[in-house]
């Protein structure tokens, strides 16, 4: 048996340097960015106004008070979109709409609600504004040639925002992988038929899938290969036009067990372990014929969990993310757990927050590897080291890695 993290550092000096493609802006959100992003003008591109209002000299009207009111000439109207045609001079204004440019010679702008339509088109000011109030200065946000987002930033709404504001329709992401999943069993059949007395339904390939499409990748369902080398040849043959291959069950030390066997045929480097953990430890992997494959094991809680901790990670560094882990917390145990030393757990957890800050959590109940109802409650999964020797008591504190 060797320790699990031997296990992963072995997986992930596996993964290739991100391969890139063009996607439109609206299809980037959640994707890798593979160029780096700077700004081609300032932003704004000019002073404007932040409020609809009065583009005025502050000095004009800064004792302007309700019962003093100061009246201004009123030059002209510009909206939004529209230049402004005359400069301000002493009492003068320019009435303005949020986003418009501001007037030559005019510093500030009086809030619409500050003012009162005056004799002969004037306006009366009923308050002072102090010099830059309510303008929007140019390059404030962002000054040209700015580093904005460096090669490796995962594009959230605000970054697609931003890059529609520089003008971008298209841009440069990494890749995602087109990951190819196939079952192997002589008991499996596929979801929509009837399972019948000595069958039971393939769970993997689609429980596989959704993992593979939650974590950003692309899925490709090939499908159950019997228990015989022939079958489990031609489907890993099929396989290898993926960027990443995930083979379930058919790895342990069964009678009908053919992967292993046939992932080596196939071409090199395969490695297979019994990682010191719990559920899911068998694991092969290797790159066959250049197509780095994972032989995960068939118990669909096994094979959910390995996915979890090995190929999650491979593919999220895989598309060029730089945080690849989730995002683990420390939570306090509310029931008594048992824990023997030798291997790593990962129990499936429900996991409370208390609004504070502060996590507790408990097991989903029955943790065997064929408990599918636990990995569909789990809203993390505890970590228990090979170390710990339980029983651990409610109160403990123990990592908890959030799943969603
Ligand atoms: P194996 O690793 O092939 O020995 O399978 C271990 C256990 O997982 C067996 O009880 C299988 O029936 C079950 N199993 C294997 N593949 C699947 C699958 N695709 N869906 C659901 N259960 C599976
Ligand atoms: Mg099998």
Known sequence: MIPFEEALAHVMKHV???????VPLEEAVGR?????????????PWNNSAMDGFAVRAADVTAATPANPFRLVVLETVAAGAMPSCRVETGEAIRIMTGAPMPEGADAVVIVEETEPGPDGDILIHSGVAPGENVRLKGEDVTEGQL???PGT??????????ASFGRSQLRVTRRPVV?????????????QAPGPDKIINVNSHALAAQVKESGAIPVRLGIAKDTREATREGIREGLNCDILLISGGVSMGDFDYVREIMSELGGGLTFWKVRMKPARPLAFGPVSGVPTFGLPGNPVSSMVSFEVFVRPFIKKWMGHTHIERPVVQAALTEKVSKKPGRRFFLRALVENDGNGSYTCRTTGDQGSGVLTSMMLAEGLMELSEELDGPLQPGTRVPVRLLA
Do not use: F, K, N, Y
Request: charged share 25%; proline share 13%.
């Open 16 to 22: 290739p340097s991100p391969r890139h493609e063009q």
């Open 32 to 44: 890798v960015l593979a160029e780096e992003i700077r700004a081609p003008r300032d932003l704004p």
């Open 148 to 150: 904005m987002m460096p």
């Open 154 to 163: 995962l594009l959230r709404p605000g970054h697609i925002g931003m890059l």
């Open 180 to 192: 190819g999943i196939l079952s192997t069993g002589d008991e499996l059949v596929e979801v929509d």
